[in-house]
């Protein structure tokens, strides 16, 4: 049919389920699925289409096909929150392995201990509690939620509600510490001796504490129920989501001046603009996990399409678990200066292995060898049944006699003649076998 502008449509029409409205020609029609067909009760999330052709006539058939019914919507739904949480429950898992790893080896090693390393291992410990919180929550909370009636079960539910916020706006503080002393270091270039420690401190432990607390207040006094969880028309959250926000944003600032920098520097060095454009773009990828910046990019779903939603979902999971593992890799497994360290400590540690395997092997010898030459001794002094202690009086005597003939005489017997080195006092001690120390220091 036409208009009276004499542009082609079609026309309203009814298909027994629905009714399609008025349509230009060559466009698609769509409709939010009906509540119910055939007495099965349908999501009413989904949408019916039907095709306008450029003739005007409808499309034989309308297109019900992504309108499913609740039932199988619902077993979709588990399927998918199952996935999550396995993903979930993967990359918090391997992150917080990989998070102990690093923040034990930045703890042993005395070498590795400084302001830039300091900061990591407190962003490595917020991110350990908050994996852990987090594992809590999800397997201790829905219990707790249950029993409405037990108060202590709805304070405690509350305390780790609240433990988990405050860990969360602590690992975000932490973010803005890493981007703050990098943005001092690279933009501002400030000497590490005139930046202390504590100011970070300060803000990293105290700043979130205090917007904690702000928030539990408020929770306590106007939305004390569900344990402090978040509801879906409340904006009390926002006491402690906004300060999260403006980190946020503060750290995409910090990361924007420092790869202005960071490309600025690379131009100046005279090397190839492809290999500065490589650098420029690694050194952004690395800094993403540290600051925090993936969280930008999934800030806000998006709100058309399940399969967007679900994507959206997946991937948001993948990043959320896998941050803390991404920073144990980049800024210790990776670090050249962590690695040079491991290295150096191995090597001294198989280098004193072999001396103590090359002393004790000298050593096994040296004491065969004294127990052979003991026992030939022993062998080549028995003779005609006279023991060698026997043999041994019998000597000192005749030595006894000799010297008293030789005093005698005045002058010493030609038989008796000293060896070179011994001084004429008799046989030498025997040498001992010098013991090799090494300091366990030096391992």
């Not at 020609?25 to 019916?48: I, K, S």
């Not at 500065?276 to 050194?283: D, E, H, I, S, T």
Request: aromatic share 12%; proline share 4%.
């Amino acid at each position: 049919m036409f208009t009276d502008a004499g542009q082609l449509y079609c026309n309203s029409t009814w298909d027994t389920v629905s009714c399609w409205p008025t349509t230009p020609a060559g466009q698609l029609a769509v409709l939010t699925c009906p509540p119910r067909f055939e007495e099965v009760l349908l999501d009413p999330n989904g949408n019916a289409t039907r095709m306008c052709y450029p003739n005007g006539t409808w499309q034989f058939r309308s297109d019900y096909d992504h309108c499913k019914p609740i039932t199988m919507v619902n077993k979709e739904e588990d399927i998918h929150n199952f996935i999550t949480r396995v993903i979930y429950y993967v990359g918090f898992t391997t992150s917080i392995v990989a998070l102990i790893v690093a923040l034990c080896i930045f703890l042993y090693f005395r070498s590795l201990r400084c302001l830039r390393n300091t900061i990591h291992c407190h962003l490595i410990v917020t991110f350990i509690f908050k994996y852990i919180l987090w594992l809590i929550m999800n397997n201790v909370l829905p219990k707790l939620t249950d029993d409405d009636h037990n108060e202590i079960h709805q304070w405690v539910c509350k305390i780790i509600v609240a433990l988990y916020n405050y860990i969360q706006v602590a690992n975000f503080f932490w973010m803005l510490v890493e981007g703050l002393y990098l943005h001092t270091m690279i933009v501002w270039a400030f000497s590490i001796e005139r930046i202390r420690f504590w100011y970070y401190a300060v803000l990293g432990w105290c700043g979130p504490a205090l917007v904690v607390l702000a928030w539990a207040i408020v929770k306590a006094k106007f939305e004390n129920r569900r344990c402090w969880l978040p509801m879906e028309n409340s904006s009390y959250d926002y006491i402690y989501i906004t300060p999260i926000l403006g980190v946020l944003l503060v750290n995409v600032i910090f990361l924007g001046s420092i790869v202005w920098v960071l490309i600025t520097k690379l131009r100046a060095s005279n090397t190839l603009q492809a290999r500065q454009y490589r650098k420029a773009v690694r050194a952004t990828l690395i800094l993403f996990p540290l600051l925090g910046v993936t969280y930008v990019v999934f800030i806000s779903p998006p709100n058309d399409g399940a399969l967007a939603k679900r994507a959206f979902v997946y991937f948001n999971a993948i990043l959320q678990s896998l941050q803390g593992l991404a920073i144990a890799v980049f800024y210790c497994f990776l670090n050249g200066e962590v690695r040079s360290t491991i290295r150096g400590r191995v090597s001294r540690w198989q280098e004193g292995r072999s001396i103590a395997t090359r002393y004790t092997r000298a050593s096994i010898a040296t004491n065969a060898e004294q127990i052979s030459l003991r026992a030939s001794f022993t062998r080549d002094n028995t003779c005609n049944g006279q023991t060698s202690s026997s043999l041994g009086k019998t000597l000192f005597k005749n030595n006894n006699l000799d010297a008293q003939q030789q005093h005698s005489n005045g002058k010493t017997s030609p038989n008796r003649s000293s060896s070179p080195g011994s001084n004429g006092d008799g046989p030498q001690p025997m040498q001992t076998v010098p013991i090799l120390m090494v300091d366990e220091e030096q391992l």
